[in-house]
């Protein structure tokens, strides 16, 4: 089945699965046994094997996800990458919080990592670097 919108100029070609497209989505989408969903500005490929794929308006990267949930402000750009922990982002955090079994914080004005193993990992609105910590608690 070959499947086109208003847009669309090139060739879909669908061996065994599912094309889908938004009205200004000029790329191929293949579906091989997942899920592909864009929203109206998302012009990359969307690969969901066994995950959820959230997605806002700015949006316009890939979030991989296995097992976990990835979760997304209307500012993020980045991945998430995250097994078995939370994710969480402020509306100016760009950067990546990986997380094995802890709990990661950050504050508007923090940009980076913090890496963390079975601690609690606390910053300030001026705290820019990355505090580590084994069974403490870091303020």
Do not use: F, I, K
């Not at 100029?9 to 094309?19: F, I």
């Not at 959230?54 to 750009?77: I, K, N």
């Amino acid at each position: 089945m070959l499947s086109y919108d208003s847009t669309m100029r090139g060739a879909a070609q669908d061996r065994g699965q599912v094309l889908s497209y938004d009205s200004t989505m000029h790329r191929l989408a293949q579906d091989r046994g997942q899920v592909l969903s864009y929203d109206s500005t998302m012009h990359g490929a969307a690969q969901d094997r066994g995950q959820v794929l959230s997605y806002d308006s700015t949006m316009h990267r890939l979030a991989q996800g296995r097992g976990q949930v990835l979760s997304y402000d209307s500012t993020m750009h980045g991945v998430a990458q995250g097994r078995g922990q939370v994710l969480s982002y402020d509306s100016t955090m760009h950067g990546v919080a990986q997380g094995r079994g802890q709990v990661l914080s950050y504050d508007s004005t923090m940009h980076r990592v913090a890496p963390g193993r079975g601690q609690v990992l606390s910053y300030d609105s001026t705290m820019h670097g990355g505090a580590q910590g084994r069974g403490q608690v870091l303020s």
